[in-house]
Nanobody, 117 residues
Framework: QVQLAESGGGLVQPGGSLRLSCAAS????????MAWYRQGPEKERELVAR???????YYIDSVKGRFTISRENGKNTVYLQMNSLKPEDTAVYYC???????????WGQGTQVTVSS
């Protein structure tokens, strides 16, 4: 019922920028908080940023000041603008609805971000 499609990843040099996009489809309210996650090689998936339907944002400390999460008002579309990228940002990036009890049913394929010189 819920499908998530991420795009915008790629290979970028340290200090570079990328903008990720996520479109959610299905019977979903636009009032839901949305989030970006990432999973580096041999690492656990971690929350990166969240945004509520009202536009309130949260970032983990390691990306604060470099990443910006945003969304289309009233829609289940979310973006992640990533600036000043570092090699440690290398990961597969996913979007999801962090407060859905069954969010583990909805993970998409993610989009690969590789930061390397």
């Amino acid at each position: 019922q819920v499908q998530l499609a991420e795009s915008g990843g790629g290979l970028v040099q340290p200090g570079g920028s990328l903008r990720l996009s996520c479109a959610a489809s299905g019977r979903i309210s636009s009032a839901n908080t949305m989030a970006w996650y990432r999973q580096g090689p041999e690492k656990e998936r971690e929350l990166v940023a969240r945004i509520t339907s009202a536009g309130t944002t949260y970032y983990i400390d390691s990306v604060k000041g470099r990443f910006t999460i945003s969304r289309e008002n009233g829609k289940n579309t979310v973006y992640l603008q990533m600036n000043s990228l570092k090699p440690e940002d290398t990961a597969v990036y996913y979007c999801n609805f962090p407060f859905f009890r069954d969010k583990d049913n909805y993970w998409g394929q993610g989009t690969q971000v590789t930061v390397s010189s």
